[in-house]
């Protein structure tokens, strides 16, 4: 396990200033799955009882803390506008659109709308002053893929060892596994249902495609 930071001591990449400028703008704008746009293949699907697209340009902001200290906890849930999710593989989400997703005892991953990122990171490290945590803007490191549709569930299924039976694996749940040997993070976010799959960029191109072959061919389990 990572050890954590205290404030006083300089943390790495986090403090590095980006420099505006338009080669910049147009690297940290780049969808993982630009080879695909300039090829011209889509990339939003709805077919096969099966609905996918790319969630792209959101912001993604690694989170650790100590939880067992009260006054960091409540000033952190304060920038945060919600509560730390505490129970184990489960999120929450912020009246701002934020979502906070549990990975750990001490570790987060919050997931903010498009250009959001930068602000909630300063706010976080306000709150954590001198506190023992860390906050890491991941950047464009990661990506999400949402699913949904009728047969959403049973095409994760296909390439998950996770128990995605409604009653084990509901609105609300998240966690962190493997999706046809590709590590995620997985969290179903409605009943109907639809997941937001969080993956590293170098692998988004590769996981997209395994999904469009899974929703081509006959799906087991079916879920009762």
Request: charged share 25%; with cysteine; proline share 8%.
């Amino acid at each position: 396990m990572a050890r954590w930071r205290r404030r006083g001591s300089p943390p790495r990449f986090s403090t590095i200033p980006r420099e505006p400028g338009r080669m910049s703008d147009a690297l940290r704008r780049e969808s993982p799955l630009v080879a695909r746009i300039e090829a011209g293949l889509p990339v939003r699907v709805d077919a096969h009882g099966v609905r996918l697209r790319e969630r792209a340009f959101l912001g993604h902001v690694n989170l650790r803390c100590d939880p067992a200290d009260p006054g960091l906890t409540g000033a952190i849930e304060r920038a945060l506008d919600c509560g730390l999710p505490r129970a184990p593989n489960s999120f929450r989400v912020a009246p701002a659109g934020h979502m906070t997703l549990w990975l750990g005892p001490d570790e987060w991953l919050i997931v903010t709308p498009e250009g959001g990122e930068g602000t909630l990171a300063q706010s976080l490290r306000q709150a954590c002053g001198d506190g023992f945590a860390t906050v890491i803007e991941l950047g464009s490191g990661q990506t999400v893929i949402e699913i949904s549709g009728s047969r959403a569930r049973e095409v994760i299924a296909k390439g998950c060892p996770l128990d995605l039976h409604p009653r084990a694996f509901g609105p609300g749940r998240c966690a962190q596994s493997r999706l046809a040997r590709t590590l995620v993070t997985l969290a179903q976010v409605d009943d109907e249902p639809t997941f937001d799959l969080i993956v590293r960029r170098s692998f988004a191109d590769y996981l997209w495609q395994w999904l469009l072959d899974a929703c081509r061919y006959p799906v087991e389990p079916r879920f009762a």
